[in-house]
Structure formats: structure tokens, C-alpha cells
């Protein structure tokens, strides 16, 4: 087994960071010519990994999937970035940002980290403003900030509700800018299939050309996944088509641990699930809790009318409406954290509130706030997310519905949980190096800084954390010893037997021959994994999932179809490889679940709650990170190790938004 | 609720750039009102692969309009003709009625090659950003972020350009296939920006080299790009660029 040293550096944890900084390894810049690095991914941790790289003088090879390095998901966030400005003079500062995440994710994130994380969260501003990135500003000039959950402090810039677009923008143009100076060499529409490992280290990946079909081969003194999270396990969620988990996938299976996949993030702000042939949900950004109130009726009653369609939300007077989040939490409100609102809702649909004809949905009104800000306030704020959620759904929530004892009342939108973000990912130290050395794991894909939850507007801060400020740095303290390594020829053995691996895999997938669609076998790998490793999870129902899910895997190895030939575009085969990775991650998933005994942020234990209904966490024998260990074949179980959990800085307790 | 219906669709298939290319047929039966377009193609795909056949091939991710992945032309429209600016993955099936003929084609232009189907090559878009459309900005310790003002109706303007997504509709929708669009709004976004002055003629000569260099053509004012705009981009950014090259071209 590979060794779970996290390398935290010592020192108070305020200190950490700079005392890390002051004494890790660099690189001269001569050596930095001859040391090449490749970064899978082009979001917002891969575009700026690649492009703070270049500009230092590394040579970047940088892949993407897509048709341009701007396509990445990180593009489809709306609210906003976090950052311990404390321009609002609110109070905030870098040790409450840190509180507020660590706190967030349920005390499961590594304290280092997270505080890290907090301290450059201001340089991301600033870097990003200095790229020309057009955050919302006040009359005065100055930047704006909103509330986003889990804080009570306004420290979210956003760029109206695209600020994960011009984010990413300002990546890709750091990117295009080295691009342009020779420093990074793009590969897009190229799909990573291989980690090539060279006595014990990372040194080089086999990919796929998307257009041509054919395999190729790529060296490099060390390589860095950006490659996102594994949502899409779950068929319906919030991330993009083409969102996978593979790149992942096979690093775990060369050897790179896997933590803590159990923490899957489900977010309460989604347009609910309309029919079958649905092919994706779509979020409503979180800002809307701002100034939204989500309820359901106080009576059984309307909702069973609201449910057969013979009455409308706007029908249902102020007194017969449960604002059931004031309710339960009265000091955050609509602001509570998203696994909290999440199970909320839940717990009202499953109590028959429910308010669509599936019975799985809430509202979230804009009533109140439109009679007390005024429509164009409203509008300024949230206009473009009524427009978008109006041409899904053919309702506009800034139109008036009527007026009831002088009372306006405005079309609530439904909304319903859905799978969006994920929390676990590739096992990573401090210098977010893998258990694979020189292999390095940055972003959602891997685990580190956001525990069992994540808190609104800390993924951007975290994939550009990762991508600007830290990577950077901590990756030369692995060059530095890589500088007398010559470049690396992909005739070696290594390569070619990486390579015929993945022929092997395709040429066996396509010879199947069977009868079924990639997608048709995704959506039931999509309804298990809902089903029974969704948002309420019990033993019995993990169980009879994990048995499910070996007979998805059956099902595929016989019985699937691809059309077509390994030449040129072939789509069927590009989604059947990544659906053979997902079922491995559904697995992983299940089993993870399955151990932890306890309930903690996304990860929700039926057996493990109190009786108010909160998540119970466990913290004499959960309090560690659960670290996973591929043992050979996709039909074994993966073996358990556990990184503990050091808390110096902050105090472990239960988590309180009521108060 | 929205009701079902029923249409014909015409789809374009081409094997690669040289393959000359033809429209196949099939009747589509009872697609609900509330699928996407896009769904009611995968819909169209499991049926081919159901028999067997090879699946049709489009460009598509996020499937929430700001990707800019989708590309479809539709019935004679970029993205097809919708109230207000919307991608082809946010055309709703509630928008056609029962027994139309919905016809499907790639985006035709000089500067976007087809892969194959309405798969096509928008590279030549990240090349004309590689030649200069960016602020040169080192990571590290720049300035504090509110150490540089800038006025909300500028930083508002800035956004409204910078909200394009490069799809491409454009191009698709000029008679010209001019990029002129595309390239205004990275050059309106940047020098609207105190941050993007010091590059701005720089930028504009570069970014504009680079586009007549790939073989966009000329804009000659026609608002075809504008009108089908899922972002909603002004040709004013189109005559911000043009006093941008004229001013940058006089003080070479």
C-alpha cells in the first residue's frame, strides 16, 4: 500500500502556508525549460494550472474534451466566488471564511487546507480583476458583494449570474495569452484513456483523438488531473453531457487513492424531473435564496390539489403557506447550507407536501420580496435566472398571478434537489500530489478542502486556489527533483502496454455486440444511485444497491451496443467508456457510504439522525477521511485506509443554524 | 401541460469535411412539449442505434445556454427562432407545432469546417483569442481589486460584452461569415476596462489580423449576426472595434 502522509507543515495553522512557501523547493528558470508537465482539464483549475505554469517556463501540454478550453463546465456557475475581503465591513475576515467552510463541510475537511484555501481567496480577486473580469460593481466604483448559504456575511463576487463564465474566461485568456507565447500546447477533443506510470511515478497518459479516433501518446516529468467530479453517475444532474469521472477512474485504478466518495452534494435549487426522456437538470443558482422564500402548504389538503393541477401556488394564501426553513432555522433561514436545504425539502415532500404532479417539489417565491424591493430591483438582481427558468418551464416568477386581500401574490418557481456538485474525489496532500507520485489532483476531482459539503460559491474559489496560487508552487518541490530526468521517450515499454490496455477495453466494448444503448444502461445506473445512493441512505437499501449495481455491470459487458467503428467520430463509444468508469465510481460510492456509519453533510444515514431529523455525525469513529484502495479488478471490493483528522484551530461541535 | 406532437425531421449528414453530405428523413412521433430540442435528438439517436444504425452527430454540453457547444441551424435560424435569445439547447418542442417540418443543419461557413454531421471546427474562434484577446496579467500579487475604480455603468457595459459565448451563430448567420461579432465583443469587453487599455490597439490589430487571416469575411452591416444572437450582443460593439483598429492603425 502507498503511504497516507497528508504533509501538513508545522507551525500554527495561520502559519503554515508561508512557512511552507518559505522553504519548498524551486526550480531555476533554465530547468524549467527542460521540464515538461501535462494538465488534463481546462475549468477553472486546469486553465489556470496550465497557464501559471507556462508563464513560469514549464512546458504545458493541456487537454480538453471539448472544442475549445471555454467549454469547460466551471463556465455554468451562476452565483458567485467567495473571498475574506470584508469590503462590506461585515466582520469577515480569512480565519471566518475558514470557520464558515470548515463548519460547512460538517467538520470533515482538513483544517490545513481549508485555511489555506481561505488565505488566497482575496489574491483570486485580485488576480482576476486585473484580467479583465467584470465583476458587479457599486455606483461608487467599488466591487459588489451578496449573501450566498451557511454565512452571515456578504463575501460572494459575482458577474451578474454568470460569474463561473467570466471566470473561466479569465482563465482561458491567462491560457489563450501562453497559447500565444508557446509555453502551452493545446489538445482539444482529445479524452485522457491512460496514466502511464514509469518506475512508480507519473509519466505520461495515453489519449484519445475524438476526431480521428486514433490513440496517441503523450510524456512529461509529471501530470495533473483538473477533470471535474462524478455527478453524472447519477444520470440526471446538474453538470454538462460530457462530465466524467474516467480520468479519475484511472488514476484509481493505477493506484491513486480515492476519499471520501460518499460526499456527493445535492443541491435544493433545481428545476424538478419532468419525464423520462429528460437528459439533464438544470440548477437555479443560490443567489435566489437571497431574496426567495421557499415553502409548501401548511394542509394536506392544497397540496393534493396543488398535485392533481386543480389549483396554482399563487391560490394559497399567506397563512396557509410553511416557510418551512424560517421554521426549522431561524437565525439562517433561507440561507442554510444546501445539504440541510436539500434534506429539508425532502422531508416535506416525503411528508406529502409536495407541490408538482410527481409530488417532488417546493416553491420558492419572490412575492414578498418584489412587493418590498419593487419589480425592476428584482429583475436587476434575478432577471436573467426568470428568463432562463421560463423557457424551461413556460412560467415567468416576476409576472403577478393575483392579488388576494390587497396582497400581490407572483408565480413561485418549483424547485427539488438534484445532484450537482461532489465533494470526494483523487486522495490528495497538502501539495495536492496524489498517492502516485507525480501524479497531482487539483479542483473538484480532488477531495480536499470542502469535507461533506460544500458551501455556495467556494467551488470557483477553490478550483482557482488550487489552479493560480498553489499548485504552482507546491508542484516545484516535486520538479526540483526531476530537473537531471531527461525528457521522456513514449517508445518506452510503459507506454505501449497503457496503450494496447485501452485498445484491448475498446475493441471488447465494440465486440459486444449486445442489444442495448449506452444511455439506456446510464439511466438505470441513474436510478439506483438515486435510489439507493441518493439523499437518504440505510444499510439495507446500500446493500441491495451494491448487489444492483454488479448486475448493471453484467448487463453492460453483454449486452451493450455501439454503432459504428473505431475510426473517426464515434459518440456511442465515447459515452461507453465513460459509463464503464461510473458504474466503478457508482460502486465506490456505495461502498463508502455503506462504512461511514454516520450521518455528516451530503452524506445522510437514515439510521444516523436525531430526533429534530438533523444529520448525526459520529465523531469517536468517523472522524477521518475515508481513503480507498483499488485492489486489481472492477469485481473486488476496494480495501479501506483511513488519513485521521487533526483539528487545531477550531473547535469540533455540532453543526447549529437554528440559533 | 404541454401537448405532444408530431413532425418530420430533415437532418444533415456529412462523413467528414469532403464528403459532399445529405439530409436524412424520419417521422418523429408524439415528442412532449416540454422536451428540449436537444432531448427530442436523443430521442432520434436511440431510435437509430435501436436499429442498429449510427448515431446522429451534434455538438452539445452544459444543455443551460452558456456553454456555447450547441450549434444547430434550424429551419434557416442559428439555434432556431425563439422570442428572445436562447442556444439551441434552450429551444423547447412547445415551440413547433403538429405536423412541421423541422430541418437541421450545421453551421455553413467558410470558417467552421464540418467534423462530421452538424458537428463543425470553431478553433479558428480560440486562435483569433490567442492573437491578443486578453490582458496580459502575470499571476501573482497584482493590485488590490479595489484599488482600480471603475464605474457601474462601465463594468455593466463590460459585461454585457463579455457575455458572449462563442458559438458561433453568428458567423453562421452572416451572408459575409464574418466573425466581426464575435471579435467586437472581446475588444468592446477589454477596452471599455481601465485594465485593458494599455493593449488596446495592440489587441485590435492582432485580433483582426488573425480573423482575415482564417478567412472570416468583411462586415457590411446587414444585423444578421445581432438578430440571432443567444447573448443578445449589439452591433455597436462592431463600430467600437472599428474606431478601435482606425485609431490604433493612425498612430502606427
Redesign the interface.
Known amino acids: 500500500m502507498a503511504t497516507l502522509d497528508s504533509k501538513i507543515p508545522a507551525g500554527p495553522v495561520a502559519e503554515k502556508w508561508t512557512n511552507y512557501k518559505a522553504h519548498q523547493k524551486l526550480v531555476n528558470p533554465a530547468n524549467k525549460r527542460r521540464l515538461d508537465v501535462i494538465v488534463v482539464g481546462t475549468g477553472l483549475a486546469g486553465a ?1 494550472a496550465a ?2 505554469l507556462g ?1 513560469m517556463g514549464f512546458r504545458v501540454f493541456n487537454f480538453c474534451i ?6 469547460a ?1 466551471s ?2 456557475a451562476q452565483g458567485g466566488i467567495n473571498a475574506a ?1 470584508n ?1 462590506q465591513n461585515d466582520g469577515d475576515s480569512v480565519y471566518r471564511l475558514f470557520y464558515d467552510t470548515v463548519k460547512g463541510g460538517d467538520y470533515r475537511a482538513r483544517e490545513a487546507n481549508v485555511y489555506r484555501l481561505a488565505e488566497v481567496s482575496n ?1 483570486i ?8 473580469v ?10 459588489a458583494n451578496r449573501s450566498f448559504g451557511g454565512a452571515q456575511v456578504s463575501r460572494t463576487f459575482y ?2 449570474g ?1 460569474t ?3 471566470l473561466l ?1 479569465g482563465a ?3 491560457l ?2 501562453q ?2 507565447a508557446g509555453t502551452v500546447k ?1 489538445y ?1 477533443r482529445y479524452e485522457m484513456m491512460d496514466l502511464v506510470i514509469v518506475d512508480g511515478r507519473a509519466r505520461g497518459i495515453i489519449a484519445r483523438n475524438l ?1 480521428t479516433g486514433k490513440l496517441e501518446r503523450f510524456a512529461a516529468h509529471a501530470v495533473v488531473i483538473a477533470t471535474g467530479g462524478y455527478g453524472n453517475a447519477y444520470f440526471l444532474s446538474t453538470n ?3 462530465c466524467n469521472c474516467s480520468a479519475a477512474m484511472q488514476c484509481y485504478r493505477k493506484g491513486a487513492y480515492f476519499a471520501n466518495p460518499a460526499y456527493v452534494q445535492i443541491h435544493p435549487t433545481c428545476i424538478p424531473v ?2 423520462d ?4 437538470l ?2 437555479m443558482s443560490e443567489s435566489l435564496r437571497n431574496d426567495g422564500r421557499i415553502w409548501v402548504p401548511k394542509k394536506k389538503e392544497d397540496a393534493l390539489k396543488l398535485q392533481k ?1 386543480e389549483i396554482q401556488g399563487s391560490d394559497i394564501p399567506e397563512e396557509d403557506r410553511d416557510y418551512y426553513l424560517e421554521r426549522r432555522y431561524p437565525a439562517f433561514g433561507n440561507l442554510v447550507p444546501r445539504d440541510v436545504a436539500s434534506r429539508a425539502a425532502k422531508e416535506r415532500c416525503d411528508a406529502g407536501m409536495g407541490v408538482n404532479n410527481t409530488g417532488l417539489a417546493v416553491f420558492l417565491d419572490f412575492s414578498e420580496s418584489i412587493n418590498r424591493l419593487g419589480i425592476d430591483i428584482v429583475l436587476q438582481r434575478y432577471g436573467n435566472l426568470f ?2 427558468y421560463e ?4 412560467v415567468n416568477p416576476g409576472e403577478l398571478a393575483k392579488e388576494i386581500n390587497g396582497v400581490k401574490y407572483y408565480h413561485p418557481m418549483m424547485i427539488y434537489p438534484a445532484i450537482h456538485y461532489t465533494m470526494g474525489g483523487i486522495w490528495v496532500d497538502y501539495e495536492l500530489q496524489t498517492t502516485v507520485k507525480g501524479l497531482f489532483a487539483i479542483g473538484e476531482c480532488n477531495f480536499s478542502d470542502h469535507g461533506a459539503n460544500r458551501l455556495g460559491a467556494s467551488a470557483l474559489m477553490q478550483g482557482l486556489a488550487d489552479g ?2 498553489v499548485l ?1 508552487y507546491t508542484i516545484q518541490n516535486y520538479l526540483a527533483d526531476q530537473i537531471t530526468v531527461p525528457r521522456f521517450s513514449t517508445e518506452l515499454p510503459e507506454f505501449a502496454e497503457a496503450e494496447k490496455n485501452v485498445q484491448d477495453l475498446i475493441n471488447r466494448l465494440m465486440n459486444i455486440k449486445g ?1 442495448k ?1 449506452v ?2 444502461i446510464h439511466k438505470e445506473l441513474g436510478h439506483v444511485m438515486w435510489e439507493y445512493v441518493g439523499m437518504g441512505r440505510t444499510e439495507e437499501g446500500l446493500k441491495i444497491g451494491l448487489q444492483k449495481l454488479k448486475e448493471i455491470r453484467k448487463d453492460f459487458e453483454n449486452n451493450l ?1 455501439i ?2 467503428t473505431t475510426e ?2 464515434n ?2 463509444l465515447e459515452k461507453a467508456l465513460r459509463l464503464n468508469d461510473f458504474i466503478t465510481m457508482g460502486e465506490l460510492i456505495a461502498y463508502d457510504a455503506l462504512n461511514r456509519n454516520e450521518s455528516c453533510g451530503g452524506h445522510f444515514r437514515e439510521e444516523y439522525q436525531t430526533e429534530e431529523g438533523e444529520a448525526k455525525r459520529d465523531d469517536e469513529n468517523f472522524f477521518y477521511v475515508a481513503c480507498w484502495e483499488y485492489q486489481g479488478s472492477d469485481d473486488k471490493a476496494p480495501v479501506l485506509y483511513k488519513e485521521p483528522l487533526v483539528y487545531e484551530a477550531i473547535k469540533v461541535q455540532t453543526r447549529n443554524y437554528k440559533s | 401541460m404541454d401537448k405532444n406532437i408530431s413532425f418530420k425531421l430533415r437532418y444533415w449528414r456529412q462523413n467528414g469535411p469532403k464528403d459532399k453530405g445529405h439530409f436524412d428523413e424520419r417521422e418523429m412521433k408524439d415528442i412532449p412539449g416540454d422536451t428540449s430540442f436537444l432531448e427530442m435528438l436523443d430521442i432520434l439517436n436511440e431510435e437509430l442505434v435501436s436499429e442498429g444504425k449510427e448515431p446522429f452527430v451534434f455538438d452539445h454540453d452544459c444543455r443551460e445556454g452558456i456553454c456555447g457547444m450547441c450549434s444547430l441551424y434550424i429551419n434557416g435560424t442559428p439555434h432556431g427562432k425563439t422570442e428572445r435569445g436562447a442556444t439551441t439547447c434552450q429551444l423547447y418542442m412547445r415551440k413547433f407545432k403538429d405536423g412541421d417540418t423541422i430541418t437541421v443543419e450545421p453551421w455553413r461557413s467558410a470558417g467552421f469546417p464540418v467534423i462530421k454531421d452538424c458537428m463543425v471546427d470553431r478553433t479558428a474562434f480560440d486562435k483569433i483569442i490567442q492573437a491578443g484577446g486578453y490582458v496580459t496579467a502575470r499571476t501573482g500579487q497584482p493590485q488590490d481589486a479595489n484599488a482600480i475604480l471603475i464605474p457601474k455603468q462601465d463594468a455593466d457595459e463590460a459585461m454585457d460584452c463579455a457575455s458572449c459565448i462563442g458559438c458561433g451563430a453568428c458567423v453562421a448567420a452572416c451572408k459575409n461569415g464574418s466573425a466581426m461579432l464575435f471579435v467586437s465583443s472581446k475588444v468592446s469587453q477589454l477596452a471599455l476596462l481601465p485594465q485593458g487599455r494599455p493593449e488596446a490597439a495592440r489587441r485590435a490589430k492582432a485580433m483582426v489580423a488573425k480573423m482575415d487571416e482564417l478567412g472570416f469575411g468583411n462586415c457590411t452591416n446587414t444585423r444578421a449576426c445581432e438578430a440571432v444572437c443567444p447573448k443578445c450582443e449589439s452591433i455597436a460593439n462592431i463600430a467600437r472595434l472599428n474606431r478601435e483598429f482606425i485609431a490604433a492603425k493612425l498612430n502606427d
Not at chain 1, 471539448?66 to 467549454?71: A, F, K, Y
Request: glycine share 10%; hydrophobic share 30%; net charge negative.
Open positions: 489556470s497557464a501559471s508563464e471539448q472544442d475549445s478550453p471555454r467549454r463546465h463556465i455554468a475581503k469590503y489574491s480577486i485580485d488576480q482576476c480583476v486585473a484580467q479583465g467584470p465583476f458587479a460593481r457599486e455606483y461608487g466604483g467599488m466591487l458577474a451578474k454568470q463561473g463564465q467570466q474566461l482561458y485568456s491567462a489563450s495569452c497559447v500565444n493545446l482539444t476526431v454538462a453531457m460530457g419532468h419525464g426522456k429528460q437528459s439533464k438544470t440548477l393541477g428568463d432562463m423557457e424551461i418551464t413556460d493560480y496560487f504552482p442489444k444503448s444511455d439506456s451496443f454503432p459504428g473517426g467520430v459518440i456511442e
